[in-house]
């Protein structure tokens, strides 16, 4: 018995170890949080830098889910992109507000946005990575059957800023920043254990439920 009870002590302590630390930072540039007029959204898009990296689909797709609710409709990202072809691109996606407002001055550009009007606009911008492991494991299969044994632990850390632009008045709202980073762990002894640090899905939370706040602080 006191073994087992030293195993799940240990257990419980790797969980407590897994958790995730998580930094949020808001920086609002400008009024917003005003109701959206009938048939407006808001619309969360990746960004793509050539070469280098993508936003990950799954985590923008995270945000919007995080952002969406009555108040504040979303439109699916890639509906957005097909109806802009290709003004919103990697190659050709505006960088900024004033690029914002020069696409704006093109009068196709001004009717299809019209049809299906945006309010806000949120640029999703950062990666998940993995930063550091250590540990081994070995499992071998025998006449008796298989099994593991050993210890590994890797680090992730997960950092994304999220830039808010209002369409309407081609302004910048707002940013948010938020950085994640976890420990998880792999006990094995027999059967490997894995402890996961959720570090996407704490940045997902913090960085959707900070938007919401920006965009419609009443809710």
């Known amino acids: 018995m006191s073994g087992a009870r030293a195993w799940l002590a240990g257990m419980a302590i790797l969980w407590l170890a897994g958790c995730v630390n998580t930094s949020i930072e808001q920086l609002r540039q400008s009024p917003s949080g005003a109701a959206l007029s009938t048939g407006e959204s808001v619309v969360v898009l990746g960004r793509s830098q050539q070469g280098e990296y993508r936003t990950e689909d799954g985590f923008t797709q995270c945000v919007a889910d995080r ?24 190659r ?6 004033d690029d914002l407002r020069r696409l704006l001055d093109d009068p196709l550009i001004a009717e299809r946005l ?16 993995d930063t550091d492991s250590g540990g081994s494991m070995g499992c071998a299969v025998g006449p008796g059957g298989g099994g593991c044994l ?18 309407t008045r081609a302004a910048e709202v707002g940013r948010v920043t938020v950085d994640a980073s976890g420990t998880s762990y792999m006990p094995a002894v027999i059967v490997p254990l894995p402890l996961l640090a959720r570090t996407e899905a704490a940045a ?14 009443d809710s």
């Open 150 to 167: 050993g210890f590994a632990w890797w680090e992730k850390s997960a950092a994304f800023e999220a830039s808010v632009w209002d369409v």
């Open 92 to 97: 050709t996606a505006p960088q900024n507000v």
């Open 114 to 129: 019209q049809q299906n009007p945006v309010r806000y606009l949120v640029w999703i911008d950062g990666t998940t990575r």
């Open 67 to 90: 952002v969406g609710g009555a108040d504040l409709p979303v439109t699916p990202a890639q509906a957005f992109s097909d109806r802009l072809f290709p003004w919103f691109e990697p």
């Open 204 to 217: 997902c939370s913090g960085l959707g439920d900070q938007l919401r706040e920006l965009l419609a602080p």
